[in-house]
């Protein structure tokens, strides 16, 4: 069973950056495709951005196209989200989730995602 962990939310001005991280305790991420989602209150889960188990391949949302970028590196890095220009509207919990085996590469749908992290919170001041 993966369990991952993100950490690197945080309070940011509106133009700010943060940058995210997604780990697998038992370092087996390097294996997994892995997504990013995003929860505003009182909002439906919402996709941001995935990559592929070998990095080659990334998807984003267009609301984040040109602001973020995942990223992954060497088998035992984490999965990295990096978010320049951020709006009051990225304000959300984020989450990290493993795509699931046989769901098209280029799937958005929560459902097709699991072993969800616990999510840090990001908020962005005006």
């Known amino acids: 069973q993966v369990r991952l962990v993100e950490s690197g939310g945080g309070l940011v001005q509106a133009g700010g950056s943060l940058r995210l991280s997604c780990e697998d305790s038992e370092q087996t991420i390097s294996t997994y495709a892995i997504g990013w989602f995003r929860q505003p209150l009182g909002k439906d889960r919402e996709f941001v951005a995935a990559i592929s188990w070998s990095g080659a391949h990334t998807y984003y949302a267009d609301s984040v196209k040109g602001r973020f970028t995942i990223s992954r590196g060497n088998a035992r890095d984490p999965v990295y989200l990096q978010m320049n220009s951020l709006q009051p509207e990225d304000t959300a919990v984020y989450y990290c989730?493993?795509?699931?085996?046989?769901?098209?590469?280029?799937?958005?749908?929560?459902?097709?995602?699991?072993?969800w992290g616990q999510g840090p919170q990001v908020t962005v001041s005006s």
């Open positions: 989730a493993v795509r699931h085996l046989g769901v098209p590469q280029t799937t958005k749908a929560a459902t097709d995602f699991g072993s």
